[in-house]
């Protein structure tokens, strides 16, 4: 095929996305298989895929699966570069087991669901303020999740504690029991129960301090339109964080 040939023909991209390597494929408006080429994740790969789709003509659309994860940054420079790219759910794992794995097809079927209309989700541009707020809510969400798991432990040994131990923090709220255990100094020898049980307590409780303060850390400002994360509420702008 000549490049004048190329550019007079509409075709259809199909992109199976994985850890090192993304599986190409394009068809034509009728969907016959053109070609299939595997590509490198990496800036040079993503830029090799792109010319590569250019030298088969006019590309409609891409399809691709796993834009949200192994394909996120392939779609946004897919986006980035003006293609349209178009969400492709995977092949369920009846169809899989009945044709079995092949990345070549997987490609090819990607790119069909596009040209039959079966495909038409728009895949989130992942960038921006709103990506910056999801990834900041992953580390936040995990933070929550061990503070949470931190005080139960405190609570549990508290429970099974020796009286001298469970006497001396009982009815302290939250607060207040995390802040003295935290502040504590226990002596004694690891062979005795009550100390050991003193100095995890405390462990436990600076624990809960740090991953307290990542969660304030991680918290999006209260108020603001640009999502900034609570750590930077009060830097100005233009100023060096």
Not at 120 to 146: C, F, W
Not at 152 to 159: D, H, T
Not at 163 to 184: C, H, P, Q
Not at 209 to 223: I, K, N, W, Y
């Amino acid at each position: 095929m000549t490049a004048n040939e190329a550019t007079e023909i509409s075709v259809v991209g199909g992109i199976d996305t994985h850890t090192d390597f993304h599986q190409a494929a394009v068809i034509d408006t009728v969907g016959r298989q053109l070609a299939t080429e595997p590509f490198e994740t990496t800036p040079d790969g993503y830029w090799r895929l792109l010319e590569w789709f250019a030298s088969h003509g006019e590309i409609i659309a891409v399809g691709m699966e796993g834009t949200g994860s192994y394909g996120a940054e392939l779609a946004r420079f897919l986006h980035g570069n003006g293609l349209t790219v178009i969400e492709v759910d995977r092949p369920d794992r009846k169809a899989r087991r009945a044709n079995g794995k092949s990345d070549p097809v997987d490609a090819y079927a990607a790119a069909t669901a596009v040209l039959s209309g079966r495909a038409d989700g728009t895949p989130k541009t992942r960038d921006g303020v709103v990506e910056s707020i999801r990834v900041l809510r992953v580390a936040r969400n995990s933070a929550v999740k061990a503070r949470t798991q931190a005080i139960n432990q405190i609570r549990a040994l508290m429970i099974s504690a020796p009286s001298e131990v469970r006497d001396r923090f009982r009815g302290l709220s939250t607060k207040d029991l995390i802040g003295t255990l935290a502040r504590s100094r226990p002596t004694g020898n690891l062979e005795d129960p009550a100390y050991t049980t003193k100095v995890t307590l405390r462990r436990l409780a600076r624990r809960y301090q740090a991953l307290d303060e990542s969660f304030r850390m991680l918290t999006v400002c209260p108020g603001t339109q640009t999502g900034r994360p609570r750590s930077l509420c009060d830097e100005q702008p233009g100023r060096p964080a």
